[in-house]
C-alpha cells in the first residue's frame, strides 16, 4: 500500500472540492509512491510527532490540521513550519491531512460530536449550496436534559477542564443541540435559525456571548477538544480499506492551550 492509496481512501470519503477556500487539505509532505508501513494519527504535526512516528515506525502521519497552512516560498529553517517539513522530509515521513473536508463531509467530525452526545435526527447546519448533506456543523434533538446537566455531560464527554458557556441564557432544558467542530462561532446565526437550545463549539470571542448568549446557549468546549475525534475517524477510514497497516493514534499529542 503507497502513500497514495492512502490519500485516494481518505478523499474518496472527504473529497478535496468540500475544503473551505482558505484550506490547504492534501499531501503535504513526501513521495505519493512510497511504501507506507504504518500510519500516525494525529491532531496537529508537532516536533513530538515526528519523533514519535519513527519510534513507532509510522512513515506516514495523516492529522486533521495541515502542516503547511499558508504558502511557503522558501525552505530555510526560519520558523517552526520550514523545519518541520525538513526534518519530515529527512526521516522520510510522509505528511497528510485532512482538514475542513472532514468537517463538512457528512459523518465528519461535527457528526462524531453529535454521536458522542447521541444528538438524533441529524441535519447540516450550514450546508453547502451544491449538496444539502455537505457542510459546517449539525444539529439535531436529544432527550431533554436539564441546562446543567447536559453542559456538565459535554464537560465530562470532551475532557474539558473549563467548561464556558453563556449564563445569561434564559433557557433551562435543551432539546435541540447544535454543535461544530473548531471554530464555529460563524455559526451561531443559523443554529439560532434552527431553533437549536444550545450551540457547542469552540474558539468563541467574549462579544459573541454577551450579543447572542440571550437568544441561544452557547457552549465553548475548546478548539482541540472538539477535533480529537477526527482521529477516530481516520481511523475507521482506513481500517475499512486496509485492516492490514498498522494505525496508531498519538500517544504525545496534548492540547497545547493549558488551564491553570
Known sequence: MKVRNITEIIEAFAPKELQE?????????????MDVTAILLCLDVNEDILKEAQERECNLIVSHHPLIFKGLKSLT???ATQRLVIEALQKGI?????HTNLDSVWDGVSHE????LDIKNLKV?????????????????IKPLPKIEFLRKVKETFKVAALKYSAQSPS????????????????????IKAKADILVTGDVKYHDFTTYGSEIIIADIGHYESELCSREILSRVIREKCPYIPIYFSLTESNPIKVL
Do not use: F, M, T, W
Not at 433551562?172 to 443554529?191: P, Q
Open 21 to 33: 477556500s482558505y484550506d490547504n487539505a492534501g499531501l503535504q509532505v513526501g513521495n505519493p509512491d
Open 77 to 79: 529553517g526560519a520558523d
Open 94 to 98: 510522509s505528511v497528510y491531512s485532512a
Open 113 to 116: 460530536i453529535a454521536r458522542k
Open 125 to 141: 447546519l450550514q450546508e453547502q449550496p451544491e449538496d444539502p448533506k455537505a457542510g459546517l456543523g449539525v444539529v439535531g434533538d
Open 172 to 191: 433551562v432544558v435543551v432539546r435541540r443541540v447544535a454543535v461544530c467542530g473548531g471554530a464555529g462561532a460563524s455559526l451561531i446565526h443559523s443554529a
